[in-house]
């Protein structure tokens, strides 16, 4: 297969993520708490696994000058900081207009659901960035990129879902509104395919600010999740399992890619 072929099947699998719900409409509240917890350690030690196992060292066996990647990886870091911020910021906003509304609060629907599917729209037009980049620098690469959104999709997907629940939305509405805000990780693998020609070293650099991306993720996204959660010793004990376990699968994958080449 082509790097486009492969792109192509990848941003689709990705996007199929969002449809995980259907999965956890059955499940009782209080074990879906449980699992969740679970999820969000496997998928931190993944995404470090695969900055540090993967991306970093791929960049740095690439004929570039490191310090001009390094600064790469400090702009994703600072583009999901601001782009964050400014979800919060919003979503606060609108949560003080809603509550000076009398008619406000009868509507169905809460802000809160759209804000997450605004989110997770511009977080998938990301991934798609990701991936696309990663596929273009190496194949192995681009599937190691894949899998590592795929395992953080997971629980945040599982979460969302369960928000858009809360928010008003019926289950089917809130299946079809989160594929659909999966879908512009389309939008951002043409973007990263159509322009890579245009400017030498895009998908290098992009890698790079997707890296950023990553560790900001895992640092302040999702280890802090884990810390705000009340734990007994054996609750305590299976997160940090996991997240070695996410760790494990990582360095695991470093022996695939002699296969995957």
């Given at each position: 297969m082509t790097n486009i072929e492969y792109i192509l099947l990848s941003?689709?699998?990705?996007?199929?993520?969002?449809?995980?719900?259907?999965?956890?409409?059955?499940?009782?509240?209080?074990?879906?708490?449980?699992?969740?917890?679970?999820?969000?350690?496997?998928?931190?030690?993944?995404?470090?696994?695969?900055?540090?196992?993967?991306?970093?060292?791929?960049?740095?066996?690439?004929?570039f000058d490191f310090k001009i990647l390094s600064l790469f990886i400090l702009?994703?870091?600072?583009?999901?900081?601001?782009?964050?911020?400014?979800?919060?910021?919003?979503?606060?906003?609108?949560?003080?207009?809603?509550?000076?509304?009398?008619?406000?609060?009868?509507?169905?629907?809460?802000?809160?659901?759209?804000?997450?599917?605004?989110?997770?729209?511009?977080?998938?037009?990301?991934?798609?960035?990701?991936?696309?980049?990663?596929?273009?620098?190496?194949?192995?690469?681009?599937?190691?990129?894949?899998?590592?959104?795929?395992?953080h999709e997971i629980p945040q997907e599982i979460g969302d879902f369960g928000v858009l629940l809360h928010a008003g939305f019926k289950k089917k509405q809130a299946l079809v509104f989160n594929f659909l805000s999966a879908l512009t990780s389309f939008l951002g693998a043409f973007l990263v395919i159509l322009f890579n020609q245009s400017f030498e070293n895009l998908s290098?650099?992009?890698?790079?600010?997707?890296?950023?991306?990553?560790?900001?993720?895992?640092?302040?996204?999702?280890?802090?999740?884990?810390h705000s959660h009340k734990h007994s010793k054996k609750s305590l004990s299976l997160e940090i399992i996991f997240v070695f376990l996410g760790l494990a699968l990582m360095y695991l994958l470093t022996f695939a890619e002699k296969f995957l080449g």
């Open positions: 941003v689709l699998a990705v996007s199929l993520i969002s449809l995980i719900g259907i999965f956890t409409i059955s499940l009782k509240e209080n074990l879906l708490k449980k699992i969740l917890p679970l999820l969000v350690a496997l998928s931190t030690g993944s995404l470090l696994g695969g900055f540090f196992m993967h991306i970093l060292p791929e960049l740095a066996e690439e004929n702009t994703g870091i600072f583009i999901f900081y601001f782009m964050e911020k400014l979800i919060h910021w919003h979503h606060h906003h609108t949560e003080s207009e809603s509550a000076h509304c009398s008619t406000c609060q009868d509507q169905k629907i809460k802000p809160v659901g759209y804000m997450i599917l605004f989110s997770d729209g511009f977080h998938n037009f990301l991934d798609g960035i990701m991936v696309a980049s990663a596929y273009l620098v190496d194949i192995k690469l681009g599937i190691i990129a894949t899998i590592l959104i795929i395992l290098l650099f992009l890698t790079a600010i997707a890296g950023g991306g990553f560790l900001y993720i895992a640092l302040v996204d999702l280890i802090p999740e884990l």
